[in-house]
Nanobody
């Protein structure tokens, strides 16, 4: 069964950090571009970052240097480190794969959303005192 499972979400204080993990089953995650997305309450899902099969990564939106995406191929995972979290970063974070094996992550968020294949179920991030 092809599946993505996210973990690592939770409650963090402003300025804190989290490491989110996306693990695949039923296929080799390293063969596919993999992205992280977030959905804030009442808003549409938006792309945060994407890493291709050559480990070239692209950040979207105003996340700047506060995120780092990287592969852990030994564990069939793609992780997302989030630093200096602020209340506006709260939401449900999802991982997803690019539909075509070996296809790089598009530079534009709108193009990335068009080529997504498998979605995970999401992990919630709450940023609050």
């Amino acid at each position: 069964q092809v599946q993505l499972v996210e973990s690592g979400g939770g409650l963090v204080q402003p300025g804190g950090s989290l490491r989110l993990s996306c693990v695949s089953s039923g296929f080799t995650l390293g063969d596919y571009g993999t992205g992280w997305f977030r959905q804030k309450p009442g808003k549409e899902r938006e792309a945060v970052s994407c890493i291709g099969t050559t480990d070239f990564s692209t950040n979207y939106h105003s996340v700047g240097g506060r995120v780092a995406i990287y592969r852990d191929n030994a564990n069939n995972a793609v992780n997302l480190d989030l630093d200096d979290l602020q209340p506006d970063d709260a939401g449900v974070y999802y991982c997803a794969t690019v539909r075509t094996r070996g296809r790089p992550c598009p530079a534009l968020e709108s193009d990335l959303l068009q080529v997504i294949g498998v979605w995970g179920q999401g992990t919630q991030v709450i940023v609050s005192t």
